[in-house]
């Protein structure tokens, strides 16, 4: 199966873990050499990166910083 195939909202597997603040998800994708956290969403013009540097403006910042970095070191 491809890692990297979207919803009907055009949102990744990466992305919906970001989105969903799941940091262990976001870690086992990250583990997968074929997901590709670059992936823009069509929608919002946003990578999974994006989109959690997005969502430190809201709640859960500490969550949300974690995802940053992991994104960052992908």
Request: hydrophobic share 40%.
């Amino acid at each position: 199966m491809d890692p990297n195939i979207v919803d009907s909202r055009e949102r990744t597997p990466l992305y919906c873990a970001v989105e969903d603040c799941k940091p262990d998800v976001v870690e086992a994708l990250l583990a997968d050499t074929r997901v590709d956290p670059n992936i823009v969403n069509p929608r919002d013009d946003m990578t999974a990166l994006m989109n959690a540097m997005q969502s430190l403006e809201g709640e859960g910042i500490t969550g949300d910083i974690y995802l940053v970095l992991k994104l960052l070191l992908a």
